[in-house]
């Protein structure tokens, strides 16, 4: 997020799951500290940023400096695959909180989905399955939802999410009904 003339307001998700929040200072000016849109959404970054000590936890950290890990270059190379991926951030934003040491699921959720977004040409089945593996992840998964066991697939094995065709379109309402009541 834009701060000021030339700052951003950049939130993560750790490792372990958990929402951090950073200010980078300079960042639209940076040629150095980060160099080649390192801070854009879906980069997977190592970073080195100063802790701001406080007891609450939306404070906003120092961004010192980010170096890009992964950057998922085949979610650029599609409009709806770049849509997607931002629909999955979307949700994961809405579910992460600060200081949360116990969502390393949600991390590696959200790894997996992009990289199975990469190189799939079924975004829809991909979709529905992040969106069954985050419910259950969050233990709001109604257990009367068609196909709802299919949550234990791996999300990179998202093309077998088996619904008979005449329910799928039920099933998707359903689906995105029960998650909006949860969000």
């Known amino acids: 997020i834009k701060h000021g003339e030339s700052d951003l307001i950049v939130h993560g998700l750790n490792t372990e799951g958990a929402r951090i929040n950073f200010i980078a200072k300079g960042a639209l000016k940076s040629k150095r500290r980060f160099a080649g849109g390192v801070l854009e959404p879906t980069h997977y970054i190592r970073v080195q940023y100063k802790q701001k000590s406080s007891d609450h936890f939306d404070v906003l950290h120092f961004l010192n400096e980010a170096s890009l890990l992964e950057s998922f270059p085949g979610i650029r190379t599609d409009y709806d695959k770049l849509e997607l991926a931002f629909y999955f951030l979307q949700l994961v934003s809405k579910v992460s909180q600060e200081g949360d040491l116990h969502g390393r699921e949600l991390f590696d959720l959200l790894g997996n989905a992009l990289r199975a977004l990469e190189s799939s040409d079924q975004l829809d089945p991909l979709k529905s399955l992040f969106e069954l593996k ?4 969050q233990g709001v998964l109604p257990p ?8 234990h697939l791996n999300i990179s094995d998202h093309k077998l999410l088996k619904v008979p065709q005449r329910e799928y379109q039920s099933f998707k309402i359903r689906l995105h009904q029960a998650l909006k009541e949860y969000l």
Request: no cysteine.
């Open 134 to 137: 985050l419910m259950y992840q």
């Open 144 to 151: 009367d939802l068609p196909a709802a066991e299919s949550f």
